[in-house]
C-alpha cells in the first residue's frame, strides 16, 4: 500500500447513489446519481422508491468513478461504505455493494459513520482538520454540533435537535409557502428577495431555563408550526402571502440559533475551528452569517463547497482514507448496517 491510500467510498444512505475515490487527502472524483426527481412528486423521499434507485444505479455509477479517476478497481488499497445512519434498505444497498467488491477484490472494507463522513470531507478541500475541531452538521435528517479530537474514532456529541432537523423545516416550510421538494434551495432563493426581519418567528431553545437544559440542543417543529399559522391566518383572511419576506423571516430564526450556538459551543468548550457540513451548509444566509460571527469571535470557520455538503461518495472515501492512514482496523466483513446508528461510533 503507498503512503497516501487510495479509497473508494459508497454513500446510499437516503436518495442520491454516491460514489468517491480519494487518493490520501486528494479527491481524485466525485460522482452522484439521484433519484430526488422520483420523490419530487411525493414531497419527500420514499424509502422503497430510494432503494430501488440505488440498486439501478449503482454499477454504472462505480464504473463512471473509476473511469473518470482514471484508475482500475483492482488500483484500490480500501472499501470505505456508509453503513448508517439513514434508510434502512437504502444503507442496505450501500454495504452490500461495498461487501461484494472487498470480498471479490481481496481489500479491507471500512463501515463509517454517515454524520463523521461529513466531518471528514472538508480534509479534501481545506487540508487536515485541526484537533479538536467544533463541527455543526445540519441537514435533512440531522442537527448536531459536535466536539471532533479526531474524525476516525472519538467523535462527541454536545447538542442535537429535538424534533424536526433543520433541513425538514425548509422542506416544510416549502410546501406551505407553495415552493417545490426539495424545500431548500428553493426557500433559499426566495429569501433573496425578502426582508429577513419583516416577520418575528421564534428562536427554539435560546432563552431561559431552555438554555440551561438544552444548551447545544435545537428545536425547529415550533418555528415549524409559527410558519404555518401565520401563513394560514393571512390566507383565511384573504391577504396575500409575501412568501420572500416569510422565507427570509424563517430562514433567519433558523440560522441564527445554528451560529449563536455552534459559536457559544466553541467559545465554552476552547475550540478556535468551526467546520459545518450537510445539505444545509450549502444556504447562502448560513454561511454568510456563520462567517460574520466567526470573524467576530476569532474563530475559524470552515465549510466545504456545496457539492460536498450534500451526501456523496467522496465524504465516505475521504473517512475510509483516514481511517486507513491512522491505522484503524477494518471492519469485519459482515459488518452490519444501522439505521439509528449513533455519532459517536464512527465505524461500524
Not at 153 to 177: P, Q, Y
Not at 214 to 224: A, E, V
Not at 327 to 342: K, N, V
Request: hydrophobic residues 45%.
Amino acid at each position: 500500500m503507498s503512503e497516501e491510500p487510495l479509497v473508494l467510498g459508497i454513500e446510499t444512505s437516503c436518495d442520491e447513489t454516491g460514489v468517491g475515490i480519494v487518493r490520501g487527502q486528494t479527491l481524485l472524483v466525485d460522482t452522484v446519481a439521484s433519484s430526488v426527481e422520483e420523490h419530487a412528486r411525493f414531497g419527500g423521499v420514499v424509502p422503497e422508491v430510494a432503494s430501488r434507485a440505488h440498486l439501478e444505479a449503482m454499477v454504472p455509477t462505480i464504473e463512471r468513478a473509476c473511469r473518470e479517476a482514471g484508475v482500475q478497481l483492482r488500483d484500490l488499497d480500501a472499501i470505505s461504505v456508509t453503513s448508517g445512519p439513514g434508510l434502512a434498505g437504502a444503507l442496505l444497498v450501500g454495504v452490500a455493494s461495498a461487501k461484494a467488491l472487498a470480498l471479490a477484490l481481496g481489500k479491507p472494507i471500512y463501515g463509517v459513520n454517515h454524520l463523521a463522513s461529513h466531518v471528514a470531507v472538508d480534509i479534501v478541500e481545506h487540508g487536515p482538520l485541526p484537533e479538536p475541531t467544533m463541527a455543526m452538521l445540519v441537514s435533512g435528517g440531522h442537527s448536531s454540533l459536535l466536539l471532533v479530537p479526531d474524525v476516525t474514532n472519538d467523535v462527541r456529541s454536545l447538542g442535537a435537535t429535538m424534533d424536526d432537523a433543520a433541513g425538514e423545516a425548509f422542506d416544510k416550510v416549502a410546501r406551505v409557502l407553495g415552493l417545490p421538494f426539495p424545500g431548500g434551495p428553493h426557500v433559499d432563493r426566495a429569501a433573496r428577495e425578502g426582508n429577513r426581519i419583516a416577520i418575528d418567528f421564534p428562536r427554539g431553545l435560546t432563552t431561559g431555563r431552555d438554555m440551561e437544559r438544552h444548551r447545544f440542543d435545537f428545536s425547529f417543529s415550533g418555528l415549524k408550526t409559527a410558519v404555518a399559522r401565520w401563513v394560514e391566518t393571512r390566507q383565511r383572511a384573504g391577504e396575500t402571502v409575501p412568501v420572500a419576506d416569510v422565507a427570509a423571516s424563517f430562514q433567519e430564526a433558523v440560522v441564527d440559533v445554528l451560529t449563536r450556538k455552534a459559536l457559544l459551543a466553541c467559545k465554552e468548550h476552547d475550540v478556535d475551528h468551526l467546520l459545518i457540513g450537510g445539505g444545509v451548509a450549502a444556504n447562502s444566509r448560513l454561511r454568510a452569517l456563520a462567517q460574520e460571527r466567526s470573524d467576530k469571535a476569532g474563530v475559524t470557520l470552515r465549510v466545504p463547497r456545496p457539492g460536498l455538503c450534500t451526501d456523496n461518495g467522496a465524504m465516505v472515501a475521504a473517512l475510509g482514507a483516514q481511517m486507513v492512514a491512522k491505522g484503524r482496523e477494518p471492519s469485519d466483513l459482515g459488518l452490519p448496517t444501522d439505521s439509528s446508528m449513533p455519532v459517536t461510533l464512527v465505524q461500524a
